[in-house]
């Protein structure tokens, strides 16, 4: 049987954590159009996660239709974990809650298509994820950045647009706010969801999640999520990655390179030159390897090679170190630890006092 969009849907309010970026306004008027026809949330919560001195939330640029339903709070700037969890607790009590990424763009059918999506949820479902679609540029092959943006169209769980039943956020205690970064957090609630007898189930509704402008450092500081691999491994066994159908990634590759860099300078400080030698040409045709594989697929300007040839230099030591400190971070990590970090609140617990901005 298929739903009709007049099938009422579920009251759902929308959570979308925030650093103020101009991308928010785009996100908040597709989603005012989307809505207009009445399929529109109980109440819009923007989780500005770069509060003021003083600890208020800044004012956001809130389309007028929205203005009634919009509330601002203060983020504790310790990430988008986080930042969801206090969107959570001041959503009110809804059966659903629908995160949004501030940098995404909802198609015009988005509120008809979240409405059959939500009515057509089973008991046992606890979220429905959208379709997420990366333009690309057309007439070139795509930069190493905008491959890496693509990949979130082909992602299990993104929150990039994803909606939450709020009775299995409450079961699941909400996301893990060790994890600082927009990396695994989605990850590892799904697999904590999973593990309670919950299901993901796909949705109908289509999302764009544009390319953000970057600079050519950004595939560096990107290696700081090898930290938060160390944790998924810590919460969910070494087999997480194929129950979360993640890549492996290069970083055994990155610590031979590594190691062959460090033995290259320890043996040459010792003078054993020749050792050294054979050890400085293995870290070459290790970085020299890793940058063909990133040039080889990508446009091949100029510049692009360039930042593929710097960064593929630098990458593989910059991965090994965020291992390394996700080793010790994360040492006492145990399987068996509850799923909501220690001294977080639950999701279910009362909201701090928000501010509406009109």
């Given at each position: 049987?298929?739903?009709?969009?007049?099938?009422?849907?579920?009251?759902?309010?929308?959570?979308?954590?925030?650093?103020?970026?101009?991308?928010?306004?785009?996100?908040?008027?597709?989603?005012?159009?989307?809505?207009?026809?009445?399929?529109?949330?109980?109440?819009?919560?923007?989780?500005?996660?770069?509060?003021?001195?003083?600890?208020?939330?800044?004012?956001?640029?809130?389309?007028?239709?929205?203005?009634?339903?919009?509330?601002?709070?203060?983020?504790?700037?310790?990430?988008?974990?986080?930042?969801?969890?206090?969107?959570?607790?001041?959503?009110?009590?809804?059966?659903?809650?629908?995160?949004?990424?501030?940098?995404?763009?909802?198609?015009?059918?988005?509120?008809?298509?979240?409405?059959?999506?939500?009515?057509?949820?089973?008991?046992?479902?606890a979220a429905v994820t959208a379709r997420i679609e990366v333009p690309l540029?057309?007439?070139?092959?795509?930069?190493?950045?905008?491959?890496?943006?693509?990949?979130?169209?082909?992602?299990?769980?993104?929150?990039?647009?994803?909606?939450?039943?709020?009775?299995?956020?409450?079961?699941?205690?909400?996301?893990?706010?060790?994890?600082?970064?927009?990396?695994?957090?989605?990850?590892?609630?799904?697999?904590?969801?999973?593990?309670?007898?919950?299901v993901l189930a796909p949705g109908s509704r289509r999302t764009t999640h544009?390319?953000?402008?970057?600079?050519?450092?950004?595939?560096?500081?990107?290696?700081?999520?090898?930290?938060?691999?160390?944790?998924?491994?810590?919460?969910?066994?070494?087999?997480?990655?194929?129950?979360?159908?993640?890549?492996?990634?290069?970083?055994?590759?990155?610590?031979?390179?590594?190691?062959?860099?460090?033995?290259?300078?320890?043996?040459?400080?010792?003078?054993?030159?020749?050792?050294?030698?054979?050890?400085?040409?293995?870290?070459?045709?290790?970085?020299?390897?890793?940058?063909?594989?990133?040039?080889?697929?990508?446009?091949?300007?100029?510049?692009?090679?360039?930042?593929?040839?710097?960064?593929?230099?630098?990458?593989?030591?910059?991965?090994?170190?965020?291992?390394?400190?996700?080793?010790?971070?994360?040492?006492?990590?145990?399987?068996?630890?509850?799923?909501?970090?220690?001294?977080?609140?639950?999701?279910?617990?009362?909201?701090?006092?928000?501010?509406?901005?009109?």
């Amino acid at each position: 049987m298929i739903l009709q969009a007049s099938v009422p849907s579920p009251p759902y309010a929308i959570v979308v954590p925030t650093l103020g970026r101009p991308s928010l306004r785009a996100c908040l008027d597709a989603v005012a159009a989307a809505t207009a026809s009445g399929c529109g949330p109980t109440r819009i919560v923007l989780v500005h996660d770069r509060p003021g001195p003083d600890g208020t939330p800044p004012a956001l640029d809130v389309p007028q239709a929205l203005r009634p339903i919009t509330t601002v709070v203060a983020g504790r700037a310790r990430g988008p974990a986080a930042a969801r969890n206090t969107g959570v607790r001041a959503a009110g009590q809804v059966p659903w809650i629908v995160f949004l990424d501030d940098d995404v763009v909802p198609g015009q059918d988005w509120g008809e298509d979240l409405a059959r999506d939500l009515a057509s949820a089973s008991r046992d479902t606890a979220a429905v994820t959208a379709r997420i679609e990366v333009p690309l540029p057309s007439g070139r092959r795509p930069t190493d950045w905008e491959r890496n943006t693509a990949g979130l169209a082909t992602a299990r769980w993104i929150t990039a647009d994803m909606a939450f039943r709020r009775e299995a956020l409450d079961a699941a205690g909400g996301f893990d706010e060790r994890f600082r970064r927009a990396f695994r957090e989605d990850a590892d609630l799904a697999l904590r969801l999973i593990e309670g007898g919950w299901v993901l189930a796909p949705g109908s509704r289509r999302t764009t999640h544009p390319v953000r402008p970057a600079d050519r450092w950004i595939s560096v500081r990107l290696q700081a999520g090898n930290a938060d691999d160390v944790l998924m491994g810590r919460l969910h066994g070494p087999g997480w990655w194929g129950r979360a159908g993640a890549p492996r990634g290069r970083l055994p590759r990155h610590a031979a390179v590594t190691a062959a860099a460090a033995a290259a300078v320890a043996c040459a400080l010792a003078g054993r030159r020749g050792v050294a030698a054979w050890c400085a040409a293995g870290w070459v045709a290790g970085a020299a390897e890793f940058a063909a594989a990133r040039i080889t697929p990508g446009p091949r300007t100029r510049d692009e090679v360039v930042t593929m040839a710097v960064t593929s230099a630098v990458i593989p030591a910059v991965a090994v170190w965020h291992w390394m400190r996700g080793t010790v971070v994360h040492r006492r990590v145990r399987r068996a630890d509850p799923a909501a970090p220690p001294g977080s609140r639950p999701a279910s617990q009362e909201a701090p006092r928000a501010q509406v901005r009109s």
